[in-house]
């Protein structure tokens, strides 16, 4: 069976097969209030989300996001679900019932509901909704096509694509989203037309007419299609006529609109009328006399184009190509539904008469050939989605991969029907797919912001842009990598600095070690005296003098960091992740070099001394014949703040999984120990060791 791996963000209240949803909040903070809440209900992976109908359990994390999780099988087997969508979306199709219920029933209408699954369509993707005197089917997703001609008006979800001939036709759509607001989802209804933004509503605002569902905006959209009524005039009433200013610029408006839905009758009867205007002055004349003229040429080019597909139309019904007289058939709908010529009406019925007589197998074959059209106008539109998201990027990381996946199959499912443009961008990250995902280095903000960058040129103090692409200049979430490496080459320059320091001596020629005698040494034996495991120094090599074995352990917290300002007696802060904690186990080089630099530190023949023993010079010596009683002694001596041992290897099953997120000491699941825990625990104790 299938196993998804993502954190369950949904369920479902009270049993298995409820449809009362719920969404568990992402942080900490908001969980404890939310458990509080629900103390007296129980959570499932219900049938209706496409869960195995177990309970599930609340999981609380501080360092991400928390989340719903299965409770164990009894034998401790991991439990097996076959549940695919589990994001804060995953229950759309349940708070659509539970949002259409409601607003029905402020109507008086009582709702069924019915999760449809055509052609094995997983649950949730659409949700058709039935009451006495009209009907909805809802697409939430692009699973399922929707069919416009069957007595259901659709409602479309913001992914699924709608092309331009059914907004032209139909004149409007209607969309829906769900917005999250605390532990919630909202409906919101939009209506999309053609050369129109999509305008959203709250369902309160909608209502039931007899055209079906209906916006504020359906209603604007149909007065602008009806056309005006005849006025007469009369002698004994006065007009009042508009400013020849105002009339101008409403007329400019006028044309604008008519050139953008090819209406060439518009267009026409909009430049007579700015002909007829009274001559203006300045500026508005010369734009009204520009529009008219940009006006006439479109007319020209609407007219050969126009006589281009009547002659196309009349070569296919000639040469008998089914399917390229069905697309311009469609095309010939939409231009020319008012004003055709006798010509241009004879070669329209003609090729209808040709294509109501083709028989059965032909008609399914062109209608096969439709619908994979219709699949390349979607993929089409999801590509173009897909660019306009990734605009915001500029190079290909690991986290991009779905997307940049999904991209490039969506394009080679378009074809042609992508623009150069497109085609040139899709090309862009096909080629840095291939070069595989930049790893982006672990630097904090506030090292690489005080560089310049060398491949965007962003100042210090101010963040990366975009370097290339569409959206070349905007914000980038993150700095570049070349930003990044200024400070690890930095750094990487200066441990080879601090090695060559090291490396001699500092104490000078010391005496030889008295003679003693040797003893024989097994080669186990000397790998346990050469150091940690894997430590292992190379005969005849002599292994540099490390800085936290010069400065003696009570003298390494005396000082204040000056790279992470930790206060004196205080561990430092582990900004580079040298091991899993927040702190460091061995304080930062600078700290350390600033001990050695110190006049008051202990000399090389001194005996090493601590923090306590200056206290203990500074302090006036007890007076004869008082015992010291143990509470003065016990405030002596002040405990230190410790980060466990000073440096060892790091084995895989102390750190947490980087792949499944086992924590320490607990096996990873399900195959076993993975290879990414084994390589970030030896990253550990490199970075310890090094």
């Not at 080019?301 to 126009?306: I, V």
């Not at 014949?625 to 466990?644: D, H, V």
Request: overall charge positive.
């Amino acid at each position: 069976m299938y196993t998804d791996r993502r954190q369950i963000q949904t369920a479902v209240l009270g049993s298995a097969a409820s449809d009362e949803p719920l969404m568990l909040p992402m942080e900490a903070i908001e969980l404890d209030a939310f458990r509080r809440s629900h103390e007296d209900d129980t959570f499932w992976c219900g049938t209706l989300l496409g869960g195995c109908g177990g309970q599930l359990t609340t999981k609380l994390y501080t360092d991400r996001a928390c989340h719903f999780a299965h409770h164990p099988d009894p034998d401790g087997l991991p439990h097996v679900c076959g549940r695919r969508s589990r994001g804060v979306d995953s229950a759309d199709h349940l708070y659509v019932r539970s949002a259409a219920a409601a607003w029905l029933a402020g109507r008086g209408e009582q709702a069924t509901f019915e999760y449809t699954r055509p052609g094995g369509a997983p649950i949730g993707s659409v949700v058709e909704v039935r009451w006495q005197h009209g009907a909805l089917r809802v697409h939430l997703d692009p699973a399922v096509a929707p069919v416009w001609d069957d007595g259901v008006e659709p409602v479309l979800g913001t992914m699924v694509p709608v092309d331009r001939d059914t907004l032209i036709r139909r004149w409007y759509v209607h969309r829906i989203r769900l917005d999250s607001m605390g532990t919630a989802r909202h409906v919101r209804i939009g209506t999309e037309a053609f050369a129109r933004p999509v305008e959203w509503f709250a369902l309160d605002e909608c209502e039931i007419t007899e055209r079906g569902l209906s916006t504020p905006a359906v209603q604007k959209i149909v007065q602008s299609h009806q056309a005006p009524r005849p006025t007469t005039w009369s002698p004994g009433t006065a007009r009042k006529v508009p400013k020849p200013q105002a009339r101008a610029q409403a007329l400019l408006r006028r044309l604008v609109y008519a050139r953008r839905i090819e209406s060439a009758r518009l267009v026409k009867q909009v430049c007579a009328e700015i002909e007829d205007l009274t001559p203006s002055e300045g500026d508005l004349q010369e734009q009204l006399e520009a529009a008219v003229r940009h006006a006439k040429t479109w007319l020209i080019e609407h007219s050969q184009g126009r006589r281009k597909l009547f002659d196309d139309l009349k070569k296919a019904v000639a040469e008998q190509k089914p399917g390229q007289v069905r697309r311009l058939l469609i095309r010939v709908n939409a231009m020319t539904a008012e004003d055709r010529t006798d010509t241009e009406s004879f070669v329209y019925k003609r090729a209808v008469t040709y294509f109501e007589s083709l028989d059965a197998p032909t008609r399914k074959a062109v209608e096969a050939e439709a619908d994979t059209e219709k699949e390349a106008r979607k993929a089409a539109a999801r590509v173009r989605s897909a660019l306009r998201h990734l605009r915001r990027y500029d190079a290909y990381t690991s986290g991009l991969r779905s997307e940049v996946e999904e991209l490039l199959r969506s394009a080679t499912a378009a074809g042609g029907l992508l623009s150069r443009g497109e085609a040139r961008r899709v090309e862009v990250w096909r080629e840095r797919w291939e070069s595989g995902p930049e790893k982006q280095p672990r630097v904090a903000r506030r090292y690489w912001i005080q560089r310049r960058c060398p491949r965007c040129d962003a100042g210090k103090g101010k963040g990366c842009v975009l370097a290339e692409g569409p959206g070349r200049g905007e914000p980038r979430e993150d700095g570049h990598i070349e930003r990044h490496q200024l400070i690890l080459d930095e750094r990487k320059a200066e441990r080879e600095a601090k090695a060559r320091r090291e490396g001699a001596d500092p104490v000078g020629p010391r005496p030889p070690a008295p003679q003693t005698r040797e003893r024989a040494v097994s080669p186990r034996q000397e790998l346990r005296k050469s150091g940690r495991k894997g430590v292992v120094q190379m005969e005849g090599q002599k292994s540099a003098v490390r800085l936290h074995h010069q400065v003696p352990r009570g003298d390494w917290y005396r000082m204040a960091c000056p790279r992470c300002d930790a206060g004196p007696s205080k561990l430092c802060v582990n900004d580079d992740r040298v091991g899993p904690g927040e702190k460091r186990q061995l304080p930062h080089a600078e700290r350390l070099r600033r001990v050695l630099q110190s006049d008051d530190r202990s000399g090389p023949g001194e005996p090493q001394k601590d923090i306590r023993d200056d206290r203990r010079q500074q302090a006036p010596p007890p007076a004869r014949g008082k015992a010291r009683t143990p509470r003065s002694r016990g405030r002596e001596r002040e405990p230190q703040e410790t980060a466990g041992t000073a440096a060892r290897t790091w084995h895989a099953r102390e750190v947490t999984c980087p792949k499944c997120q086992a924590g320490p000491n607990s096996p990873c699941t399900p195959h076993g120990l993975h290879p990414e825990r084994v390589q970030w625990a030896e990253e550990f104790s490199r970075k310890l060791w090094d």
